[in-house]
């Protein structure tokens, strides 16, 4: 039924794309036309590529193994609030308290090497390896197109976890493979639209897979290439060797100014200055007082830091940590919605008077005699952390708040995170995947997410090592539910509560931008029909957009 | 004989404390690889959390050992690298480090290499030309080829590049091949070769422009102290055509000192040249040094640094010999 939903969009698109072309006029390239040659893509990887298309190798197996060549049951797309669409799956059912799952697939799948794919292979998917849930008590196949999944506690809140990002793997194969983690699965078998062509550490090849539930996408074959540098994908953007990346561009005109190029940003995903929050987690510094984070909250000019160091790309983060406007329904209090976007030196000393903090003869405050003196730290090397960082220090000394700015290595920059041992780090969050902003929430302030400083959080990234009771019964009592009001009241108080606690002060929503080639290939997503974001390097919405396009035939 | 004796020993005490510092310096830089792994997996896998057969196949791959003694870990060290078992990549996991160096090796060697080689004979001619013409307008080389050294090599790359690839079109972005013409990989045609050839040029040029300066300077330097020694003079004095002279008897004696330069530059090709080739993403040995280290990457950096360590030392093993054959003078005792 999903399905429909995109078969009805696509001529649009195609014809939007298409108009949109002959109004740019055709221009010279020397590239060949999109028909006869593959897709050429950069997804971010580095050079060599490693060869490995393990679906649980997360962080290290090749971009196209998720989506393209393994594929979840469904597609949630992260730009909406629409339902998810069906992959491998049609539809899915929850009983009243949320502990059975009850999953039909589409019938006649196939695996790319002829199999059949049925409700045994999604079974043992869910039981296999590290998608294995520990609350998992049984996950049975009733029929060939049926799977029951039995839970001993609610999993409202983990469906996009179960049904998004658990990547279905045939059991025929995977069942004699112990080492689940060391596998390198050099020919993958998957169900998704490519299977792999060929492989080097330069660059890799998928075709087009036969067997694919849809037919086979127009595009025959794409190649997903490794680059070392930002300027190398950007000049090769330029001159038409490539046709599609996300990456971080300054100055787009550059590149779009051909006509074969078009851009597209979309922001999400906060940047935040995290501190570390709470003196009864073990945390030290001036920031675990509030009224220090309320000050640095009012004192930094936000709009400067937009501007200046994420080149006015960047949008505006919300305090209440819902991504607007797709969450705007789950907003208790509309002041919410943005962070103050001018610095207020007056209103952050006011804050600092009212709790006890003095002026210094240096101009800045402090409290019995000892000054504020917080360390803000940002991974050496990315420039916009680097620049906002030094941006923050100025402003907040303006407001008499004294930050030093200071940059480390990547590998210094994450140990202190993961054990607490830090006051202030310039940190992204990473945005709730469906249009609820739960996992913000479970994920980044409740207590559970934690850990004392000294030790790593292991069910949960509250690296702020916060903790609020009002917060934790919220989060516990909307995890449990499926009813919208009890939903509402309970994010209602979390908002209330983190945006005046601000363990994370929001500073921008990152910009995230996407280039693709609309003069040899149509179908891409527009700003009227947004049905994946175009970002090469998110998993499944990638392969969803490479199915949607065509080539153009000239 | 004692002199070889002696030789052969300081080699090997010094690949010992070579290998030993390899083993200790990775170990001596803040952060646990495991423990950054593991962070990098839970963001990507989206808070789920990690089995428990995960975090242990990760820390018993990766891990320092922990609960393991300094000493053991080093005993260790020696056992599987005496096996040839270099250890598994931690940022490119699970490949085996051997085998990343194998594959970038060739590349580092013959970019680096031949670059190394055309600076040094393009340095040494023109230096012993412009010190034979000294005092002419071709001195006004001395200051521009040590300009083009001073330029940032980073900076020099990407402007080749905009110019010569990206407005002119001439030359390839990045690779050491062209992988939308070869997209199976390497293959012994004298398409690919051409392909590899063309695509080695732009990163090649901007080492050859950024050290040519320091051999043509020193070359010239010696020439022009060469030229006042007595037995120049004497050969013009018997006549001698100026050729011969330039030739066999000044230019000849003053590339003696830049010969153990050029041995010794020799030994670091391996290392390859980080910036070039993380500008051209060329698959060399340079390139992964910076990521082992960015992303602490023991194994990978230890791998790399061995790899290096050991031919600077053959290189310098083997100046040493010939300059024993060539220099009875360093043969002598005490």
Not at chain 1, 454 to 469: D, I, L, M
Request: with cysteine; hydrophobic share 45%; aromatic share 10%.
């Amino acid at each position: 039924m999903h399905d429909n939903r995109w078969r009805k969009t696509l001529p649009l698109v195609a014809g939007a794309a298409a108009l949109a072309l002959t109004l740019g006029g055709c221009t010279s390239g020397g590239s060949s036309s999109g028909g006869d040659r593959p897709l050429r893509m950069w997804s971010g990887s580095m050079t060599p590529i490693t060869n490995n298309f393990n679906p649980f190798a997360v962080d290290t197996a090749t971009h196209m193994t998720f989506g393209a060549i393994y594929e979840p049951l469904f597609f949630f797309n992260q730009l909406s609030a629409d339902p998810p669409v069906g992959m491998i799956g049609d539809s899915y059912e929850f009983n009243d308290d949320g502990t059975v799952l009850t999953i039909t697939i589409k019938p006649d799948l196939k695996w790319s090497d002829g199999e059949d794919l049925t409700a045994a292979d999604v079974a043992f998917s869910l039981g296999y390896g590290s998608n294995h849930d520990p609350d998992m008590v049984s996950a049975e196949p009733t029929d060939d197109t049926t799977i029951v999944v039995t839970y001993s506690s609610a999993k409202f809140t983990a469906t996009s976890l179960i049904l998004g990002s658990t990547w279905i793997i045939p059991e025929h194969i995977w069942a004699d493979i112990d080492g689940y983690m060391t596998e390198t699965n050099p020919d993958p078998i998957g169900s998704g639209p490519y299977t792999l062509k060929s492989f080097t550490d330069a660059a890799y090849t998928l075709e087009a897979n036969e067997l694919f539930r849809d037919g086979p996408p127009e595009i025959a074959e794409v190649q997903d290439i490794g680059i070392d540098s930002n300027q190398s994908s950007e000049d090769l953007l330029k001159t038409g060797k490539l046709d599609w990346v996300g990456q971080f561009i300054a100055n787009p005109d550059g590149v779009t100014a051909n006509g074969r190029i078009s851009t597209m940003n979309q922001q999400q995903d906060p940047t935040v200055i995290m501190t570390c929050a709470d003196t009864s987690m073990g945390c030290s510094g001036a920031q675990t007082d509030p009224a220090v984070r309320q000050a640095l909250n009012v004192a930094i000019d936000r709009s400067a830091i937009g501007k200046k160091a994420f080149a006015g790309l960047a949008g505006e983060s919300s305090p209440s940590f819902a991504l607007l406007p797709r969450d705007e329904k789950w907003l208790g209090d509309p002041s919410l919605a943005t962070s103050p976007q001018q610095a207020d030196a007056g209103s952050a000393q006011e804050i600092l008077e009212k709790a006890g903090y003095t002026k210094g003869s240096d101009g800045f405050y402090g409290k019995d005699g000892v000054a504020i003196e917080l360390d803000l730290f940002s991974p050496d090397g990315w420039t916009d952390y680097n620049d906002a960082a030094k941006l923050i220090s100025a402003q907040a000394a303006d407001a008499g708040i004294r930050v030093n700015a200071r940059t480390v290595s990547e590998a210094e920059y994450w140990t202190p995170i993961s054990t607490g041992e830090f006051q202030l780090a310039l940190y992204g969050l990473t945005q709730s995947l469906v249009a609820d902003p739960f996992s913000n929430y479970d994920q980044y302030f409740a207590t559970t997410a934690s850990a004392k400083v000294g030790e790593e959080p292991t069910k949960g990234q509250n690296y702020a090592r916060y903790t609020n009771p009002l917060v934790d019964a919220a989060v516990k009592q909307a995890g449990a539910t499926q009813d919208e009001a009890i939903k509402k009241t309970a994010y209602a108080t979390i908002q209330t509560e983190i945006a005046r606690d601000l363990p994370y002060i929001p500073v921008v929503l990152n910009a995230s931008q996407s280039f693709f080639n609309t003069a040899d290939f149509t179908g891409w997503p527009s700003e009227g029909d947004m049905y994946a974001a175009p970002l090469p390097y998110l998993s499944t919405a990638s392969a969803v957009i490479l199915t949607h396009l065509r080539p153009v035939k000239k | 004989m004692k002199f070889w004796l002696r030789r052969i020993t300081f080699y090997v005490v010094t690949l010992w404390a070579a290998i030993s510092l390899n083993f200790l310096l990775p170990r001596l830089l803040p952060g646990d690889p495991a423990a950054i792994m593991l962070g990098k997996l839970r963001r990507a896998n989206g808070g789920r959390p990690l089995s428990e057969e995960t975090i242990a196949a990760i820390t018993s791959i990766l891990g320092a050992e922990k609960g393991s003694t300094l000493w053991d870990q080093y005993l260790s060290y020696w056992g599987r690298l005496l096996q040839g078992d270099l250890g598994v990549s931690s940022t490119r996991y699970p490949a085996p480090v051997g085998e990343l160096i194998a594959s970038a090796l060739p590349w580092t060697v013959t970019l680096v290499g031949a670059a190394t080689v055309i600076s040094f004979v393009l340095g040494i001619v023109a230096g012993a030309w412009v010190g034979w013409f000294r005092g002419t307008w071709v001195d006004q080389l001395v200051p521009i080829t040590t300009f083009l050294q001073s330029i940032p090599y980073f900076w020099l790359a990407l402007v080749l590049v905009a110019v010569f690839s990206v407005q002119l079109g001439l030359l390839p972005i990045i690779g050491g091949y062209d992988v939308f013409e070869f997209p199976a990989g390497p293959e012994w045609t004298p398409a690919f070769i051409a392909s590899a050839f063309v695509h080695a040029l732009l990163p090649a040029a901007t080492i050859v422009i950024s050290s040519v300066g320091g051999w043509l300077l020193g070359m010239r330097n010696m020439m022009v102290q060469t030229m006042a020694e007595d037995y120049v003079l004497t050969a013009e004095a018997k006549g001698l055509t100026r050729s011969r002279i330039r030739n066999a008897y000044a230019a000849r004696n003053a590339s003696i000192p830049s010969l153990a330069g050029f041995g010794i530059a020799l030994g670091f090709v391996v290392a390859g040249s980080i910036v070039t080739e993380q500008v051209f993403s060329y698959p060399g040995l340079g390139k992964l040094m910076i990521q082992s280290v960015q992303g602490l990457d023991y194994a990978l950096m230890q791998g790399v640094f061995l790899v290096i360590t050991l031919t600077v030392l053959a290189a310098n093993f083997l100046i040493d010999l010939l300059y024993g054959f060539i220099d009875p003078r360093v043969r002598r005792d005490g």
